[in-house]
């Protein structure tokens, strides 16, 4: 089992920056494939983006391609997200997500198998 837990929510001007963090104990994050969701209130949860087990693929979700990177580090056992050019839209809590089958990448929630509690992104207009 994996524990997941991120870091580096917070509020943001429109245009500018943040980079999440998700930090992973319990087993290596080598074993699996991750995601990133976010869910804003009111709203379903929405796939963000995913990174294989070596990082050789990422996938993303339309709305943020081109201004979101995710990245790993399996010596360090975390995932980044590094968001730029931030929009109003941007604003939810995001989650970090860990899927077992490490060698294929899914935007579903539901192929994922352990999730992070999520920190709050909020960019202002």
């Known amino acids: 089992q994996v524990q997941l837990v991120e870091s580096g929510g917070g509020l943001v001007q429109a245009g500018g920056s943040l980079r999440l963090s998700c930090a992973a104990s319990?087993?290596?994050?080598?074993?699996?494939?991750m995601g990133w969701f976010r869910q804003a209130p009111g709203k379903e949860r929405e796939f963000v983006a995913a990174i294989s087990w070596s990082g050789g693929s990422t996938d993303y979700a339309d709305s943020v391609k081109g201004r979101f990177t995710i990245s790993r580090d399996n010596a360090k056992n975390t995932v980044n997200l590094q968001m730029n050019s931030l929009k109003p839209e941007d604003s939810a809590a995001y989650y970090c997500?860990?899927?077992?089958?490490?060698?294929?990448?899914?935007?579903?929630?539901?192929?994922?198998?352990?999730w992070g509690q999520g920190t709050q992104v909020t960019v202002s207009s």
């Open positions: 997500a860990a899927r077992g089958s490490r060698w294929s990448l899914s935007r579903i929630g539901t192929g994922y198998d352990y």
């Open positions: 319990g087993r290596t994050i080598s074993s699996y494939a």
